[in-house]
C-alpha cells in the first residue's frame, strides 16, 4: 500500500494462517470507557502505541486535519495511500473492514456492510457474502449487493480508476482485458466473474484459489456506489456515502470537509469500531510540512493525516523537549521506504550498472533523511521485520559498510562497461522533504563512484498516475531510479510483496506500484505460493522472491519505517492500531471540556 507516507492497511492473523485448500478546547480530561489494556489519560511518550491516550465516548467538535499535498484519489475504487484507506472509513463501508481498536485488535478483519465473513467454496474459488439490511446510502436509498457488483466492476478500469490494487483484475474470473464499466453498462462482462441472485447476496467467482478473500473485501473498492450516480473520475468530488460522515465540500486545491450522515445507523454497524466522535472533520491541502508541524505543537492543528510523522528537523526538537516528547508516539510499520531501478532505463538495464548503486550509496545518509534511528533502520533487504514469515538478510553488505563500498561499486561499473561511471535522473514526491533529502544524499555518494544523479521531483497525486509509475513517462524521461514507499496491505508475503514485485501488475496505462522490478523467476515463485497450502513452506516462498529481487538488484531498500508522529492535547480517543500504523481515524476525537 502506499504511505503518503503512503501503508498501510494490515492485518497479521488470519489470512497466513488460513489454508488455500480450506474453503474544540485544549483541555485533555476527556472521560468515557477505555478501548482495551493499557489506557490512559497521561500524555506519555509512546503513549498511543501501548494503550488509548485520553480515552473517551464524548462526541462533538471538529477534527482538523492537513496535508502537504492532495494524495491519489477520496474515490474508494480509486485510492491506493494507507492515510486513504485510514480516513475512507469514515464515509463508505466496505464489504469487510479492520477493526478500529488498538494494537494487535486492530488487526482484525469483521464484517462491516457484509453480516459475516465470506463462505467459500470450490476450493476457496468461489466466495459469497450477504449484505446487511436497512443500510442506506446518504440520500436514503438502500444499499443492494448489485452496488457492491458494481463498485468492484468499476474499479477494474484502470484506465479511468488508475490508482487502486490490481487484485481484482488479477483474480476475478474471465474478466476481459481493459474492461470498463463506462462502455459495458449492462457490466455483461463480469457476468461470469460477480453474481447477484439477489439483493443481499453476492457471489464472487476466481480464476484460483485463494483463502485470503476476506482481505480483498476490505479493500475501499467493495464499498457500493450507485451507478446512477457515478461520475467517473469525478466521483471522488462526492463519494456517496454510506458511513457515518458524508461530503459537505470537496475543492481539489484546498481540501475537504465531512459532516455528519443523518442516513447512517450505528445499529447496523455492531463490528467496525467506529466511533465517530467529532461533528465535523476537515482536511486542508498543500499546507506546507514545517506549518504543520508548527501547528500541531500549537495546538492549532489535530492531526497531520499523512501519518508519516514529523520533519526530520522536528523530530529533534520535539525529542529533545520533555514535555513535547510526552505528546509523541514512534510508530513502527510494516512498511518499505526504498528505490526502484527502472530497468527499461540504459544503462540500468545491465544488473552489474544496477550492483553498482547499491554497493556506493550511503545507507546511513539515506536513514538520516528520515531522520535517523527515529526514523527507521537500515534495511538490508525488502520485507520488513513486521511481515509474518519476513527473515532478514544481508548479501550487499549494506550494514558493514553502512556508508557505501567505493571499490566494489567501482569493480561492478567495470562489470557493466561504464567504468567511469553514468548518469540518470532520480524521481521523489515533490512536497516530500524526505524524499527529496534521499535523492539528495544518493545523489552525493553516487558522485563519489562518477554516477550522477538529476534529481526530479513530480506531484504527490500523479505521481504513480502520469509520471514514475507511467512506463513510457518513466522511460522517455530517463527516470532510473525512482523514489518510493510501500507499507503491507496486510502483512505476510503477499500482502506486502506482490503489487510491488509482480510484473503483471505493471499496467502501459500508469498508476503502477510496481515502478519496474520485471524478473520472470518473481513471478513464478509468486504463483508457487499461492498454490502453497503449508503455511511454513509459504513463507519461505516468500523470502525466496525477496532474495530474488535482491539477487538481481531491481530495488535499493533504505530503511524499514518508523514515524514519529506527534499528537496535540486537542484530541481524545488516539491509539495506534496493527492495521493502520498510524492514528486510527475511525475512532479519534477532540477533547472535550
Same mark, same amino acid.
Given at each position: 500500500m502506499r504511505w503518503n507516507r503512503i501503508t498501510t492497511a494490515t492485518a497479521v492473523s488470519a489470512a497466513v494462517a488460513l489454508s488455500l485448500a480450506a474453503c474544540g478546547g485544549n483541555d485533555n480530561s476527556g472521560s468515557g470507557s477505555g478501548s482495551g489494556s493499557g489506557d490512559t489519560a497521561k500524555a506519555e511518550y509512546n503513549s498511543a502505541v +501501548? *494503550? +488509548?491516550? /485520553?480515552? @473517551? &465516548? #464524548? #462526541?462533538? *467538535? +471538529? %477534527?482538523r486535519m492537513a496535508i502537504t499535498e492532495k494524495w491519489d484519489s477520496t474515490d474508494p475504487g480509486d485510492t491506493y495511500y494507507g492515510l486513504s484507506w485510514n480516513l475512507v472509513r469514515n464515509y463508505v463501508r466496505p464489504l469487510m473492514v479492520f477493526k478500529s481498536a488498538p494494537g494487535k485488535q486492530g488487526a482484525e478483519v469483521v464484517p462491516d456492510l457484509a453480516e459475516a465473513a465470506g463462505v467459500p467454496s470450490d476450493d476457496a474459488k468461489t466466495w459469497t457474502y450477504k449484505i446487511r439490511k436497512g443500510v442506506k446510502y446518504e440520500d436514503g436509498t438502500e444499499v443492494t449487493s448489485k452496488d457492491v457488483k458494481y463498485a468492484v466492476a468499476r474499479s477494474l478500469d484502470k484506465a479511468t480508476l488508475p490508482n487502486g490494487p490490481t487484485y481484482f483484475n488479477d483474480f476475478l474470473l474471465d474478466?476481459? #482485458? *481493459?474492461? @470498463?464499466?463506462? #462502455? &459495458?453498462? @449492462? %457490466?455483461? *462482462?463480469?457476468?461470469?466473474?460477480?453474481?447477484?441472485?439477489d439483493d443481499q447476496t453476492i457471489v464472487f467467482h476466481l480464476n484460483k484459489s485463494f483463502s485470503g478473500f476476506d482481505y480483498f473485501a476490505q479493500l475501499p473498492a467493495t464499498a457500493p456506489v450507485p451507478q446512477a450516480k457515478d461520475t467517473g473520475s469525478k466521483y471522488q468530488l462526492h463519494p456517496i456515502a454510506t458511513g457515518p460522515y458524508k461530503f459537505e465540500s470537496h475543492d481539489p486545491n484546498k481540501g475537504l470537509t %465531512?459532516?455528519? /450522515?443523518?442516513?447512517?445507523?450505528?445499529a447496523s454497524d455492531p463490528n467496525s469500531g467506529r466511533k465517530a466522535l467529532p461533528d465535523k472533520i476537515t482536511v486542508a491541502y498543500n499546507v506546507n510540512g514545517a506549518d504543520i508541524d508548527n501547528r500541531l505543537q500549537a495546538g492549532d492543528l489535530d492531526v497531520d493525516i499523512a501519518g508519516t510523522g514529523v520533519l526530520a528537523e522536528t523530530q529533534a526538537k520535539i525529542l529533545g523537549n520533555p514535555q513535547l516528547k510526552a505528546n509523541a508516539d514512534n510508530v513502527p510499520a510494516p512498511r518499505l521506504n526504498f528505490t526502484v531501478f527502472n530497468g527499461e532505463v540504459k544503462p540500468l538495464d545491465n544488473i552489474n550498472c544496477r550492483k553498482a548503486i547499491l554497493y556506493a550509496a550511503d545507507h546511513e545518509g539515506y536513514q538520516r533523511a528520515y531522520g535517523g534511528p527515529v526514523g527507521g533502520d537500515i534495511a538490508t533487504n525488502m520485507m520488513p521485520p513486521l511481515v509474518t514469515g519476513a527473515v532478514k538478510f544481508d548479501d550487499y553488505g549494506f550494514e558493514a559498510d553502512k556508508n557505501g563500498n567505493v571499490d566494489k561499486a567501482k569493480e561492478a561499473l567495470t562489470a557493466c562497461g561504464m567504468p567511469t561511471g553514468f548518469s540518470t535522473n532520480i524521481a521523489y514526491r515533490a512536497d516530500r522533504p524526505k524524499e527529496k533529502a534521499v535523492a539528495e544524499s544518493l545523489q552525493q555518494s553516487l558522485k563519489r563512484v562518477g554516477i550522477n544523479l538529476t534529481p526530479k521531483g513530480f506531484p504527490t497525486g500523479d505521481y504513480t498516475k502520469l509520471y514514475a509509475g507511467k512506463p513510457d513517462y518513466a522511460k522517455a524521461n530517463s527516470l532510473g531510479l525512482i523514489v518510493y514507499s510501500w507499507g503491507a496491505d496486510w502483512p505476510d508475503g503477499f500482502g506486502f510483496l506482490s503489487q510491488i514485485v509482480d510484473s503483471r501488475v505493471i499496467r502501459a496505462t500508469g498508476g503502477n506500484t510496481n515502478l519496474g522490478v520485471r524478473i520472470p523467476e518473481v513471478d513464478t515463485l509468486i504463483d508457487q505460493a499461492l498454490k502453497e497450502t503449508d503455511k511454513a513452506a509459504r513463507e519461505k516462498i516468500w523470502v525466496d522472491v525477496d532474495k530474488k529481487v535482491m539477487e538481481q538488484a531491481a530495488v535499493l531498500p533504505g530503511i524499514w519505517a518508523k514515524g514519529l508522529l506527534y499528537r496535540p492535547t486537542t484530541l481524545s480517543n488516539v491509539f495506534v492500531s496493527d492495521s493502520q500504523n498510524m $492514528?486510527? $481515524?475511525?475512532s479519534i476525537g477532540v477533547a472535550q471540556k
Open positions: +501501548t *494503550g +488509548t491516550y /485520553n480515552p @473517551s &465516548d #464524548k #462526541k462533538g *467538535g +471538529t %477534527l474478466v476481459p #482485458k *481493459g474492461y @470498463s464499466v463506462y #462502455k &459495458d453498462k @449492462s %457490466l455483461a *462482462g463480469v457476468a461470469k466473474a460477480i453474481e447477484t441472485p %465531512l459532516i455528519r /450522515n443523518d442516513q447512517y445507523d450505528p $492514528y486510527d $481515524y475511525a
